[in-house]
């Protein structure tokens, strides 16, 4: 995974690590620092007073934590402007469709999709890496897991680019079903809420 990295990181336009919610994604941060230095998004807790622990306990790997916000998302531009490592969870939900998600299919079904991996991957012509940390059976031990994103992640047509994303994660979750993060609600639309699965 490490020379993975590195191999494109060579071509001197970063790299985005997609870590679905799946396994154990913050372990991976201890190996993508060995690649180089790496920026990843972070989203501040409701209770404020846990905020430092939070970004304490994240920051050991060695990884620049940013919050989801105005100037965490520059840094994240600047990350990869300077040819570094910006680790994203793709399945996070977008507050709302527009700028920020479009609906796109997931197992089938319509999803709410982030489209920052889209505009990173985008602006900056940078390769994207799937990768997910699973537990061996019996073990402590975590097996990574990865494979290149689908070139189409980068598409101008932001629902193009979300589908392939969609259908990244789609691979995680299909290869080790009993690990991925089920009860992340990624099939609410936040805009419709006529349309709830979960209701």
């Not at 609906?103 to 990768?131: D, E, K, S, W, Y």
């Not at 994303?165 to 993060?181: D, F, K, M, S």
Request: proline content about 8%; aromatic content about 8%; hydrophobic content about 40%.
């Amino acid at each position: 995974f490490i020379e993975a990295c590195r191999d494109k990181l060579a071509f001197g336009r970063g790299l985005i690590i997609a870590l679905p919610h799946q396994g154990n994604w913050e372990l991976i941060a201890y190996r993508v620092t060995r690649a180089g230095p790496a920026t990843a998004l972070y989203r501040p807790p409701r209770m404020q007073a846990l905020d430092d622990l939070v970004r304490e306990g994240r920051q050991r790997s060695g990884i620049d934590v940013v919050p989801i916000d105005r100037q965490g998302l520059k840094r994240l531009h600047g990350a990869l402007r300077d040819g570094e490592i910006v680790g994203i969870l793709p399945d996070q939900v977008p507050k709302a469709a527009g700028s920020a998600g479009v609906i796109a299919p997931f197992f089938g079904r319509p999803a709410l999709t982030m489209t920052l991996v889209n505009r990173l991957a985008r602006r900056h012509q940078t390769p994207v890496i799937f990768c997910a940390a699973v537990a061996e059976p019996g073990s402590r031990r975590h097996r990574f897991h990865y494979f290149d994103g689908e070139a189409a992640i980068a598409d101008s047509d932001p629902a193009v680019a979300a589908a392939a994303l969609n259908r990244g994660i789609e691979r995680c979750a299909r290869a080790h079903p009993a690990h991925y993060q089920w009860t992340y609600r990624r099939f609410l639309i936040p805009d419709d809420p006529a349309s709830d699965p979960y209701a």
